[in-house]
């Protein structure tokens, strides 16, 4: 019977995503400032978003996505500065909340929300996210075979990356979470709205700094 990939180098496909999945990114920034600000819930929410977005672009890959790439650089490199200015705004929204006076009898509230659902900011985050791009023009496109149906093998990737992703996203958000129970006193509210925003900026820069 014939596999749909070799197992060798699925395995070296799981190693090689395991350290890209571990290693603080855009997403991982944001999954950490979204528990931070919003909640385990809104972590659970934007988690998903970011692995629907993760679907979108293994379809763009099996569309083509590296031809696209080729075709339209520019339209790729405005949608990642429409998604990092799109981040920085969060980030500075963040900050201006703690730091204008409080509106009355929601002192003990924390970090002021978005309106916006944390599964959309999800999905904004990673479709704009560079790190995507590069991951499905350069890393995923050695790992297939073209010997082999493409769909089974994208289905394979597929499973291995959402699954490593949700595990890495979820930690890193649950861990900014788990920082938000101190929200109850105000001096540290103000400190964590602005380290939260900080965190925000900073993973827009690390969107820009992929371009």
């Given at each position: 019977m014939v596999l749909p990939v070799d197992p060798k180098l699925y395995l070296v496909f799981c190693g090689?995503?395991?350290?890209m999945a571990v290693t603080p990114g855009p997403a991982n920034l944001f999954s950490i400032a979204t528990g931070m600000e919003r909640g385990r819930r809104a972590v659970l929410l934007a988690v998903v978003g970011m692995n629907v977005a993760t679907l979108v672009w293994f379809g763009a890959a099996a569309?083509?996505?590296g031809a696209l790439?080729?075709?339209?650089?520019?339209v790729f490199r405005?949608?990642?500065?429409?998604?990092a200015v799109?981040?920085?705004?969060?980030?500075v929204s963040a900050i201006r909340a703690v730091l204008a006076p409080p509106p009355p009898q929601v002192e003990d509230s924390p970090v002021v929300q978005t309106r916006r659902p944390a599964f959309i900011d999800g999905f904004l985050v990673q479709i704009a996210n560079p790190k995507a791009v590069l991951f499905f023009?350069?890393?995923?496109?050695p790992f297939l075979d073209?010997?082999?149906?493409?769909?089974?093998?994208?289905?394979?990737?597929?499973a291995a990356v959402i699954l490593m992703d949700v595990v890495t996203m979820t930690t890193y958000g649950l861990g900014g979470a788990a920082l938000a129970r101190r929200m109850d006193e105000p001096r540290f509210r103000r400190v964590f709205g602005v380290f939260v925003g900080l965190l925000l900026l900073t993973a827009a820069v690390l969107i820009v700094s992929r371009l």
């Amino acid at each position: 019977m014939v596999l749909p990939v070799d197992p060798k180098l699925y395995l070296v496909f799981c190693g090689v995503m395991a350290v890209m999945a571990v290693t603080p990114g855009p997403a991982n920034l944001f999954s950490i400032a979204t528990g931070m600000e919003r909640g385990r819930r809104a972590v659970l929410l934007a988690v998903v978003g970011m692995n629907v977005a993760t679907l979108v672009w293994f379809g763009a890959a099996a569309l083509g996505l590296g031809a696209l790439v080729t075709a339209f650089p520019e339209v790729f490199r405005w949608v990642a500065i429409a998604g990092a200015v799109y981040v920085a705004w969060l980030g500075v929204s963040a900050i201006r909340a703690v730091l204008a006076p409080p509106p009355p009898q929601v002192e003990d509230s924390p970090v002021v929300q978005t309106r916006r659902p944390a599964f959309i900011d999800g999905f904004l985050v990673q479709i704009a996210n560079p790190k995507a791009v590069l991951f499905f023009t350069a890393v995923l496109p050695p790992f297939l075979d073209v010997n082999r149906p493409a769909a089974p093998q994208l289905a394979l990737f597929a499973a291995a990356v959402i699954l490593m992703d949700v595990v890495t996203m979820t930690t890193y958000g649950l861990g900014g979470a788990a920082l938000a129970r101190r929200m109850d006193e105000p001096r540290f509210r103000r400190v964590f709205g602005v380290f939260v925003g900080l965190l925000l900026l900073t993973a827009a820069v690390l969107i820009v700094s992929r371009l």
